[in-house]
């Protein structure tokens, strides 16, 4: 690999001849680890013309570098960093500067420090990882995935590859979207009324801008998911959370001063509860009376493998106040970052103009290979696999849970992809995690779910997508294992 000539400068007011000033950048360079072992320098001549100095004075630092063993010479072939090179030091080097900014003062908002949920890179490498989420690739279709990439590539599709939409998306996806995803949900809209997001959590970002503002409140649900209560948080917005129960979101509970009502009533997140068809009426009911808006967030309704989900609550929705968040993310890859927004045309014209302001619209390739693997079938199959496989995991885990004793707080009613439970009072699952992450078990804490200051501490969470049912029941009995170790140590009347 070649060092590109660009990265070379020399400092202004710098001591020293010329020739020493290159010495000591390009031995900084591989002392700091930016040039490594083997990587080629320019030529003498071409870094004196971008340096602006004579090709003498290049020559004879490349030569003091020869002799110090930094840098070796290949026959006419030039400089290369040298095999035996000093060895970059294991800790960053400072900056021979001080920061002169107050950063508590210059920062005019701050997006940290909320209870995130912590998401290892490396979760793969893990024996037992009940981690949600994350993509099994003994199931992903790859080989039909990257042949509609390629077909995306192709000279046929090179406008939408390469044009840039501004505030439009791919209409071949707006198409699939309207006729075949949304009809599967009971909803029928039209390509004005669909906006294409950058997942799930993009689309409930973009709601959160256009419909709230400092005088406006939310409801939200408690528990729920963890990043839509810091988007809330972030557009200064009221927020009142209100409790869930076995059947998910309570009408009755909502308050009077609610504007806008955030809700997961196919699949709570994260308890899976499942808002029966009578709740759903009366929530449409109670937001009428209060004249407030509801976002439902439909994220995993593909994942019905027990029983045919319920209709969607915007299928029943008669005044226009639901707006449908929806995503392929989750039964695609997570990292394809691709969902979308279903509402009225007011809503999605204004949630159109902001996202064309904040990143135009998502990648037109990303969009019309997307297209491809639905519109082909691709897709079809894939649900259909992950849901037969699912639902063997789903089956095991059950069966482990149940022998060791352990306690499920909610399970899904119409499938889904984890199961949401609870430890005995005085464990703390935070502990418990780290626990286990020396066993090669990977679970997720509840306490980020919950709002407010001091949430239970008991509660976690497991997901089966990713873990092959062979090594559920082992992972299980660790897990129980180890909330009876930490139970032990709790003091007596905890």
């Not at 849901?387 to 022998?403: D, P, W």
């Amino acid at each position: 690999m070649a060092i590109s000539v660009e990265t070379f400068f020399l400092a202004p007011g710098a001591e020293g001849t010329l020739q020493s000033q290159i010495q000591q950048m390009i031995a900084e360079g591989i002392l700091s680890g930016r040039f490594r072992k083997g990587e080629k320098l320019p030529s003498s001549r071409r870094l004196a013309a971008h340096l602006g100095v004579s090709r003498i004075t290049v020559t004879l630092a490349y030569t003091e570098l020869l002799a110090s063993d930094y840098l070796e010479s290949r026959n006419r072939s030039g400089y290369y960093v040298s095999e035996n090179a000093p060895e970059p030091p294991d800790f960053p080097p400072r900056h021979p500067r001080r920061d002169m900014i107050d950063w508590s003062r210059a920062l005019g908002q701050r997006f940290t420090g909320g209870a995130t949920l912590d998401k290892p890179q490396d979760w793969y490498s893990y024996r037992y990882p009940f981690i949600y989420g994350q993509t099994d690739p003994r199931l992903f279709d790859h080989a039909n995935w990257r042949q509609c990439a390629l077909q995306a590539l192709g000279q046929k599709d090179f406008q939408a590859l390469t044009t840039d939409y501004h505030d439009q998306d791919d209409p071949r996806l707006v198409e699939f979207i309207l006729r075949h995803t949304l009809p599967r949900r009971g909803i029928l809209a039209e390509p004005s009324e669909i906006l294409v997001t950058m997942g799930a959590q993009n689309a409930l970002w973009l709601t959160a801008q256009v419909l709230l503002t400092q005088r406006r409140t939310a409801a939200i649900e408690d528990p729920c998911f963890p990043a839509l209560r810091d988007i809330l948080t972030q557009s200064r917005c009221h927020v009142a959370p209100v409790p869930v129960d076995r059947d998910g979101l309570p009408p009755e509970a909502l308050p009077a001063q609610a504007d806008v009502i955030f809700t997961t009533p196919s699949h709570q997140c994260p308890t899976n509860a499942t808002m029966p068809l009578a709740r759903r009426q009366a929530l449409l009911t109670r937001a009428r009376e209060i004249d407030a808006l509801i976002v439902e967030d439909d994220y995993e309704f593909e994942m019905a493998f027990l029983s045919t989900p319920s209709p969607a609550l915007k299928s029943l929705d008669q005044d226009g106040r639901v707006i449908y968040a929806g995503s392929f993310s989750k039964s695609i890859f997570p990292g394809l970052r691709l969902g979308y927004l279903v509402g009225p045309k007011p809503f999605i014209r204004e949630a159109r103009a902001l996202r064309a302001s904040v990143l135009r619209h998502p990648p037109g390739h990303v969009q019309r290979t997307a297209a491809y693997f639905l519109s082909l079938g691709h897709y079809d199959s894939l649900i259909r696999r992950m849901g037969t496989v699912f639902a063997r995991r789903r089956n095991v885990m059950e069966m482990a849970l149940a022998a060791q004793g352990l306690t499920v707080a909610g399970r899904g009613a119409h499938g889904g992809s984890s199961i949401w439970m609870r430890a005995p009072e005085g464990v703390d699952t935070r502990a418990l995690e780290s626990v286990l992450r020396a066993k090669s078990v990977l679970i997720e804490p509840g306490h980020p779910f919950f709002h407010g200051d001091a949430p239970p501490k008991s509660y976690y969470r497991l997901a089966y997508s990713s873990i092959a049912s062979a090594r559920i029941p082992e992972g299980v009995t660790l897990i129980a294992r180890s909330i009876a170790a930490q139970g032990s140590l709790v003091p007596s009347g905890q």
